[in-house]
């Protein structure tokens, strides 16, 4: 069996993520076109779920890294290993500088259009928000 060329997987990769791009944009269009009621009960239910799974996520990201620190902080400790705080800090701080100043670089434009979307679909932004709580509460 032949493996596809380059060429072929990254022109197929790319034709995946515009079919997506077009899906969500489509989809996003047609929900400003909808009455209130259903605005507010697709806005509500998307965002009950977003917010579940972000706490269960997080949650789980939490208790994993949490964990890890401490398993290496105990195993330090007690001799096992020997652990350079002083480069994995310096490390840690030059990896977020780079996250940040990349968010602020790029954050205006996607602001941008989440001020659009908002301003555009209110009764789905007043839903979404509403049930990213509840879905934080619920969890």
């Known amino acids: 069996m032949a493996k596809p060329k380059t060429d072929d997987a990254s022109e197929e990769a790319k034709k995946i993520v515009d079919d997506a791009k077009n ?3 489509k989809a996003i269009g047609d929900i400003g076109k909808t009455s ?3 605005q507010l ?3 509500t239910a998307s965002g009950w779920i977003t917010g579940f799974i972000t706490m269960k996520i997080g ?3 939490a208790v994993g890294i949490g ?3 401490i398993l290496l902080h105990i195993a330090s400790q007690k001799g096992y290993i020997d652990i350079n705080w002083e480069k994995i800090n310096k490390k840690v ?3 977020s500088d780079k996250i940040e100043k990349e968010a602020t670089g790029k954050s205006p434009d996607w602001f941008e259009k989440v001020l659009t979307f908002v301003k555009d679909d209110s009764y789905y932004s007043a839903g979404f928000t509403g049930g990213f709580f509840f879905g934080i509460a619920s969890s």
């Open 36 to 38: 209130a009621t259903k």
């Open 41 to 43: 009960i697709l806005g």
């Open 93 to 95: 701080d030059k990896i």
């Open 59 to 61: 949650k789980f990201a």
């Open 23 to 25: 899906f969500i944009e």
């Open 67 to 69: 964990g890890g620190v």
